[in-house]
């Protein structure tokens, strides 16, 4: 049941929602400046099952790939397209970040309108797909070529919230922090890097984590009605990354399995390639 209320700390205005179990309260900032924002600002959706659905029946999994000129480690998804890290857990992973742009969407030919594409980055979803914690963007395209796109948190399986307050627009550039501080307690701060506007989520009572998984992913989602139409984009970099563990440790992309995506047909739509240790693109086919 959806509830919401408002709340004062250290005279902040700030949004706080429950649902169910898990409750967050936000805080924004524009330019330094604290921007007021409440809870009609987070809209509850349909959980979109963002975890990794493995690849496709008809595809054979490779780990020394033709298409990389680095020969990183390969594989193939019926949904992910970007780059997987993983840890163990003896030393979890704590904190993910990463600067990307905002999916700018052409209609792919021979597919129905509306099509879709999301850019995000997460904990877990990928050996552990009980839970993931992410936050993003998806864009939207038009059967006229008009696009929109909106800003996104979710925690898997609980429900995914679209962030009214947060403006973003296709070919800006977003930053995403997400910081598990604990398997059920986490933060969230996505910045649209162009318009100088920064949103804080924290999060608590989340579903377990395994704390086992950091991606950074342009996705073709599902919903529920099923995956949605995938569109064609200009090229998605993702800069920055980067991933912290309990140790300290950094995982970036060196050593990444990086992820095509590879639809039911066998075709593959998208494509990803680990530029150096820290920066990637994703490109369409």
Known sequence: MWSSFRSFILGLVVARSVVAELSFVAT????????????????PTVPRRHRNHGPPSNTTVSTNSTMSRRSDPVSYS????????????????????????????TLRKGIAAPQFAAAWLGIDGASCRKSLLQAGV???????GGQ????????????????KGLPVK??????????????????????????????????????????????????????????????SFNDVWFEET?????????????????????????????????????NFVAWSV
């Open 148 to 163: 929109s796109a909106s800003a996104w948190w979710e925690w898997y399986p609980e429900a995914s919230y679209n962030i």
């Open 170 to 231: 296709p070919g800006e550039w977003v930053s995403v922090n997400i910081t598990a501080s604990s398997l059920t307690t986490g933060k969230i701060i996505i910045t649209n890097v162009n318009q100088g506007f920064s949103m804080s989520i924290n999060i608590t009572n989340g579903p377990p984590l395994c704390r086992t998984d950091a991606e950074w992913v342009v996705e073709d989602f599902y919903d529920a009605d099923g995956q949605v139409a995938f569109a």
């Open 242 to 278: 980067v991933a912290t563990t309990v140790r300290k440790n950094k995982l970036t992309l060196k050593n990444a399995t990086m992820v095509s995506l590879k639809n039911d047909t066998g075709a593959v739509t998208c494509m990803s390639e680990r530029y150096d240790d820290t």
């Open 28 to 43: 924004a900032r524009q330019g330094g400046r604290v921007v007021k924002i409440s809870d009609s600002d987070f809209v």
């Open 138 to 144: 998806t864009t939207v395209v038009n059967s006229n």
């Open 78 to 105: 019926g949904n992910w397209c970007g780059a997987s890290q993983h840890s163990t857990s003896s030393d979890q992973i704590t904190n993910i970040f990463g600067y990307f742009t905002v999916p700018d969407l």
